[in-house]
């Protein structure tokens, strides 16, 4: 396993001068990160609590599976929300890795669904008690996974020990400080208007400049729809020194629409990357960046009125005239879902050069930081279609989220919105909304020749 990821020292003033002035930037800050624990070092205590929010825990252990004794390192991210009887509703997210990688092993499931329970005394000289936390469905079953506890009154919540499984560790909680800690005020909202964000799980791959300018666009483009914030998990310091010297991106920073987490504050694992097996790769390189990424969004917002889009960043949600905001979409399309769910319109650029050049250096010539949603409408023939949805939901009525949709829970509803491709045309009048993909923006899939395409979609907003 690899040691811990620490931020550079230039980056680490770079954020704490920025968040010193920008209180809303959700960056790490000057503080150092807790290091992952190497593997002579199981045994000891756990780590200290990062001031992330949601607060970050870690513990290692042990756990039994069939090549016997095997150590392991479970991270917990926990949130509490006070509810108006003053008790408290706790939910976490638990990701685990493995020091040692078996040879046939894709990232690291964890190898049994980690019971946590949280312990108090009624008196000084009472024996501990247990409440363990619920463990809510589950999509896929190497994680990360979700639990949910609700505190009964009278329960001591000040000084509550956080335990995994029967190991001898544990940390030490204060639900009221993990409360306040919240970004959205300590009360469980359970009524009120909604606000809407966009999660990014991670942007890597492409020049910088061009990825703030992608992100520039895609940030006009949903915030015209109505969405108030976005959360971007950026790893290293090349991405959001790009964001924070493009004049669009760092005036959405500074008025807190933009919300930057890193990757390394939340110790996302990482192995030795010299394996060749190509799942392996898979899992290290795309499941584990977007999965914690994605929980840790879900949860940051549970219990705060919002609900959530997760998208790349070639991905956006669009919509007919007449439902031209995002609350329309629930209040006047669906009124009863909590889960919105569309197949995908795959677009190319109509005036991109047929040879030479990609479609992404087309969008870096063409963009203009006075209309950054200009340079999206060359983006605008349907040559395909995707009927592997993309979903924007409310993250108190879900568990897990996956790649692209996340996990009902029980008593709650959703609707699926689906684009007939022989017509090309959303299937009802009444679904309002869709998603589409700029489909060669990152990769030559399909031939820039349009003399054959058909279009009858108008995608972006007017």
């Known amino acids: ?195 809407h964000g966009v999660v990014i799980s991670d942007i890597h791959g492409i020049e910088t400049t061009a990825a703030a300018q992608l992100l520039a666009s895609h940030m006009a483009h949903h915030l015209a729809l109505g969405f108030d914030q976005y959360v971007v998990y950026t790893r290293g310091p090349e991405i959001f020194e790009a964001l924070v010297a493009n004049s669009v991106t760092a005036n959405y920073i500074q008025a807190g629409l933009l919300q930057l987490v890193t990757m390394e504050s939340l110790q996302v694992p990482s192995y030795d990357d010299t394996r060749t097996d190509k799942t392996y790769a898979f899992h290290q390189s795309y499941d584990p960046m977007k999965l914690i990424a994605y929980n840790h969004a879900s949860l940051m917002f549970w219990g705060d009125r919002f609900r959530l889009a997760v998208l790349d960043p070639d991905e956006f949600w669009s919509s007919h005239q007449s439902h031209s905001q995002v609350s329309t979409w629930f209040d006047t399309c669906f009124p009863y879902a909590d889960l919105i769910m569309s197949t995908r319109a795959e677009v190319v650029c109509s005036e991109c050069p047929l040879n030479g050049g990609t479609e992404l250096s087309y969008l870096q010539q063409h963009w203009d930081e006075s209309n950054p949603t200009a340079v999206l409408e060359h983006w605008s023939k349907v040559v395909t279609f995707s009927q592997d949805p993309k979903s924007i939901f409310w993250p108190d009525k879900v568990s897990q989220v996956w790649l692209h949709r996340p996990n009902l829970l029980p008593g709650s509803h959703s609707v ?47």
């Open 416 to 462: 699926l919105v689906t684009i007939d491709e022989t017509q090309r045309e959303v299937v009802h009048a009444d679904d309002c909304v869709y998603v589409v993909h700029m489909y060669n923006l990152f990769k030559h899939r399909i031939p820039n020749d349009m003399t054959s395409v058909y279009n009858p979609l108008r995608w972006l907003v007017q």
């Open 1 to 195: 396993m690899s040691s811990g990821h620490r931020i550079p020292n230039a980056l680490l003033l770079l954020l704490a001068l920025l968040t010193d002035s920008l209180p809303h930037l959700q960056a790490a800050s000057g503080r150092s990160l807790p290091a992952r624990f190497s593997r002579d070092q199981l045994g000891g205590g756990a780590v200290h609590p990062s001031l992330k929010r949601p607060t970050l825990l870690t513990f290692h252990g042990f756990v039994e599976d069939a090549q016997g004794r095997q150590p392991i390192i479970l991270h917990v991210l926990i949130k509490a929300k006070r509810l108006p009887n003053g008790s408290f509703s706790v939910r976490a997210v638990s990701y685990a890795e493995r020091v040692l990688l078996q040879s046939d092993e894709q990232f690291a499931p964890n190898p049994t669904r980690m019971e946590m329970f949280l312990e108090y005394q009624t008196g000084t000289d009472q024996p501990w008690q247990s409440l363990q936390l619920l463990m809510l469905g589950v999509l896929n079953p190497q994680g990360p996974f979700v639990q949910q506890l609700e505190v009964p009154l009278g329960v001591n919540t000040k000084n509550l020990r956080l335990r995994v499984l029967d190991w001898p560790i544990f940390h030490t909680v204060d639900l009221h400080k993990l409360a306040i800690n919240g970004l959205h005020g300590q009360y469980m909202k359970l009524d009120g208007p909604f606000q």
